[in-house]
């Protein structure tokens, strides 16, 4: 075999050579013997050629989805693409990058069927309120006001140090705690009076919104809810925490009281779903705002009136609402000598073991009694027959 017949196929077998040796130049190849001293092995005989494999190696599909025949077109001929080379990872992804794809035909593509994710009823989310009692509103407060029993606007607050009501254009500073309380407080401003119609009640509308400057504090501590009275404007109230009132009942100046209690709520709930109670615990909080309430005149027709409704309390009575009540000999779960945070959580317990107890118990009665039927309608075949 010639020189120059040995030196083609050489380099012809170093283009099977990995890239990771591909460190020489093409001047290193000047003269045969220079390649035989580099590559003794190479001299006697040329490379074979690279056997090319006549079908495509099949993988295995991990995701079980079968071919994806449907992305090309019957009439388009499919091309076999290049087995990748032996050698290092890089020079398989610089072969793969020149391989050639079949075309893409528009409208071949057949569209992925549409997977629909089971979505979990509402009513197997609210059990997570009782399991999770963090998850429950209870800085939140739903405001409402009223001028003469119509709706002047109402909003929802979230937070954690409560609010005052006021009216007024000043704003409150670091320096004016006294007068105005905390600066962390949500600051919630009356409405206007522009959608009363009556001129008149406009008029005293506005004496009274003149000395609520200061305002009412609506304070939330741990999980109860406190008033403080700093406006000039007389207040007066009813709610859970009022008990039984024979008249009119006022808040004194700069005096605090509460006006709701969780945990009270939490043990009227309980004693309400077993049928030791026939109402529901109160929970909404009324103001009445420059006139005396309670009297003998309803709260529709006093001048300013405001609501205040604790989401939490409201979301758990409405969630028991409707629902089955038991007897006062149901079990009870109890831990000794409990400390006050300690009683919130085997209230918020109890609470869930009644909801599970009621979702069983409509479970069975929505089963149908068909294990019973089989028998008689075997017999009944049976008798046919003979």
Not at 253 to 280: A, C, D, H, Y
Not at 299 to 305: M, N, R, S, V
Not at 337 to 351: A, G, I, R, T
Request: aromatic share 8%; proline share 11%; with cysteine.
């Amino acid at each position: 075999m010639a020189a120059g017949q040995r030196i083609t196929a050489l380099r012809t077998g170093f283009e099977q050579v990995p890239s990771s040796l591909h460190t020489l130049q093409a001047s290193d190849f000047s003269s045969y013997g220079n390649v035989c001293e580099m590559y003794p092995g190479h001299a006697v005989e040329p490379l074979p050629p690279y056997p090319w494999l006549k079908q495509e190696v099949s993988y295995t599909r991990s995701c079980a989805n079968g071919p994806f025949s449907h992305l090309g077109h019957p009439d388009v001929p499919g091309v076999s693409p290049p087995p990748p080379p032996v050698g290092p990872p890089a020079a398989f992804a610089e072969t793969a990058g020149r391989m050639p794809l079949a075309p893409l035909v528009p409208g071949a593509v057949e569209p992925l069927p549409q997977v629909v994710c089971a979505v979990a009823p509402v009513e197997h989310c609210i059990p997570n309120l009782l399991i999770s009692p963090h998850m429950l509103p209870l800085t939140d407060l739903e405001i409402r006001f009223q001028y003469r029993g119509r709706s002047a606007g109402s909003l929802t607050i979230s937070n954690p140090h409560g609010c005052r009501l006021f009216y007024s254009n000043l704003e409150p500073t670091q320096e004016q705690v006294e007068l105005f309380g905390p600066v962390t407080l949500e600051q919630v401003r009356f409405p206007s009076t522009e959608g009363v119609p009556n001129e008149k009640q406009r008029f005293y509308t506005h004496q009274l919104l003149d000395v609520l400057d200061r305002g009412l504090i609506l304070e939330l501590q741990g999980q109860d809810i406190y008033a403080i009275r700093l406006c000039q404007c007389k207040v007066f109230w009813t709610g859970p925490c009022a008990g039984e009132l024979a008249g009119p009942n006022p808040i004194e100046r700069e005096k605090k009281i509460k006006l709701f209690s969780l945990e009270n709520f939490l043990n009227g709930l309980i004693m309400f779903q077993k049928g030791q109670s026939t109402v529901p615990p109160p929970y909404e909080i009324f103001f009445c705002f420059g006139e005396e309430w309670p009297d003998h005149k309803p709260k529709e027709k006093k001048l300013i009136t405001v609501q205040v409704v604790p989401v939490a309390a409201r979301l758990l009575l409405e969630m028991f609402s409707g629902e089955l009540s038991w007897s006062a000999d149901s079990v009870r779960l109890q831990i000794s000598h409990p400390d006050l945070k300690d009683k919130m959580v085997e209230q918020f317990k109890e609470l869930h073991q009644l909801w599970q107890t009621q979702q069983n118990v409509q479970l069975q009665a929505l089963e149908p009694a068909g294990t019973e039927t089989w028998p008689m309608q075997t017999n009944a075949a049976d008798r046919m027959q003979q």
